[in-house]
Nanobody, 124 residues
Framework: QVQLVESGGGLVQAGGSLRLSCAASGRAFSAYGLGWFRQAPGKEREFVAAISRSGGSTDYADSVKGRFTISRDNAKNTVYLQMNSLKPEDTAVYYC?????????????????WGQGTQVTVSS
């Protein structure tokens, strides 16, 4: 079992940056693959970024490639999402998730644990 708690969301102007953090409690954090998803009002939850247990493999949604960077610090049981050049369409609740497969996967159904989410609002 792992508990995930996101932080770092907020209100930012278009073109600005935010860094989201997701702290995990529980055992074997380094064994989990981790991902970030987001959900805008009235829309499905969508994949944003993922990272494998070693950090050696990452994947990104096309909409965020070149702007967002996922990373992890296994010593701190934390995964990060650095978001640069933010756009109004990035406005959503951002969720981190963990999968026991240990892989960087884009598929929502493969994730076993989810955080409660943190709101990101980008103003134009």
């Amino acid at each position: 079992q792992v508990q995930l708690v996101e932080s770092g969301g907020g209100l930012v102007q278009a073109g600005g940056s935010l860094r989201l953090s997701c702290a995990a409690s529980g055992r074997a954090f380094s064994a989990y693959g981790l991902g970030w998803f987001r959900q805008a009002p009235g829309k499905e939850r969508e994949f944003v970024a993922a990272i494998s247990r070693s950090g050696g493999s990452t994947d990104y949604a096309d909409s965020v490639k070149g702007r967002f960077t996922i990373s992890r610090d296994n010593a701190k049981n934390t995964v990060y999402l650095q978001m640069n050049s933010l756009k109004p369409e990035d406005t959503a609740v951002y969720y981190c998730a963990a999968n026991t497969l240990g892989i960087a996967t884009i598929f929502r159904g493969t994730y076993n644990y989810w955080g409660q989410g943190t709101q990101v609002t980008v103003s134009s």
